[in-house]
């Protein structure tokens, strides 16, 4: 883990929060993804899914990542089988993000696993994992919070805000999202 | 409206949302924008009105709108004269989305005519028409949900998300945006 | 300031908001900055305060921009010591924006310094100057809105959408931002 490591540096003073190498791989990463994936066209999703296996990822079967989404860092990303990551999504994954089997994150959509410790004076970096159950679907535009948990099939209302947790079949919307009622699945 | 049709598809198992047709069209409609439009200055407003309105757009006289708008589809798309589209807006038509003449939608604004039923296992798209009147305001990075209906003169605030009916006159903001006050607009 | 003058223009009829001079500066910034800035790695952070001091920024010492920060006008901009403005942040500085020495502005935060006045037919733009202190956060995609004064040590959390003052060491979340709570910063 000493790739991801973030403790002792200065953020106020200029300092890196992350180690050379970690910078040198992200740099890696991101001339890869821009030459082989960004200008790609949706159908792609076999091509995208091996690039994201070759730097890290771990990427369940039919999973399928748009060319335009971001991804912090490949090593720190989950995605279970057939999630759908749609196109403008960033993936700000300083800390792990675990999405689940069925789950869908719609156009636009910001899922951010780190924050600052504000009461720092050297305002140091806090890595927060994010994880997103199965069959969830975080609509367009909406913004996951560092340390979130959704549970398994609950939903994020476009342009809601999480920072909190939230419960399985759980409906939330708002900024800061909050419950709104229950999904109501119906068994397939 | 085959084109269009959106029923019967199953998006959690990885089926496309819209006919081979729709996305052929949208290929080509996606490869003219970044060729002829997406790097034009302001002031070619002319040109890139006869480029939507070359894929089926209803523009109106005087319409602007910036080569940094995004559109999902010309054809589901109509615009009030003079109607006025900001740089970085995102017209997510997948549904019906109409502007009203003089309207000014402000820059990186989203107005989304599509959302999915979170009740049915198989997560079916659903399109729901946005119509927003004359003279509106959706200001600086708003958002405007699925189905929605802006009354004319009606204002949604900065980073506002509106997911009801906004009244004529009236002024919104929040998430999800809430009514005001009125607008008090002044005769001409 | 004739390069600024917003007064009297006609912005529902398509009148410009601003002189032809102030027009031609700016795309004479937006091609420096694409040419010579908008790829540059991280590191660069000397060459890119070169680049805005040229345009008349006033950028203290140390002072961070990434390459992907937008800047609509370097002129109306002042960093303090040591500031630090994140990837994919949009300063909207029609009006002036102002940022203390220290502070952090997160990935994707947007600040705007202007509006426009609802009330008049012609919906003149109006200038409203954004003043953040020292040793500040705007958080990740948090939006900072015209006139807004946040006094020194006060955090917006991300995606929070600030439209009143905020008070030193406050911290405010949500749309409209809200107090939260003191951030109780510990001595150095």
Redesign the interface.
């Given at each position: 883990m000493s790739l991801l490591d973030a403790s002792q540096s200065k953020?106020?003073?200029?300092g890196a929060s992350f180690s050379l190498g970690n910078r040198m791989l992200r740099?890696a990463w991101g001339v890869t993804w821009l030459l082989l994936a960004r200008w790609t066209?949706p159908p792609l999703w076999g091509w995208r899914r091996m690039v994201l296996r070759a730097f890290g990822a771990r990427v369940g079967t039919?999973a399928?990542v748009y060319g335009s989404t971001r991804v912090w860092l490949p090593a720190n990303l989950t995605l279970g089988e057939?999630a759908?990551i749609g196109p403008g999504v960033?993936l700000?994954n300083q800390g792990a993000i675990a999405i689940g089997a069925?789950s869908?994150i719609s156009?636009?959509a910001?899922i951010?696993a780190s924050?600052?410790d504000?009461?720092?004076?050297?305002?140091q970096l806090v890595l927060r994992p994010v994880t997103i159950g199965e069959?969830c679907?975080v609509?367009?535009?909406a913004?996951v919070?560092p340390g979130v948990v959704m549970g398994d099939r609950s939903?994020l209302?476009?342009?809601?805000?999480l920072?909190g947790k939230a419960a399985p079949d759980g409906?939330y919307?708002?900024?800061?999202a909050v419950f709104l009622k229950e999904?109501?699945?119906?068994?397939?």
């Open positions: 953020p106020m003073e200029g740099v066209p039919g399928r057939r759908l960033h700000y069925y869908v156009q636009g910001h951010c924050s600052h504000i009461r720092d004076p050297d305002f069959r679907w609509a367009a535009e913004f919070g939903v209302a476009a342009r809601g805000a920072f409906v919307t708002g900024n800061p999904r109501g699945l119906r068994r397939p």
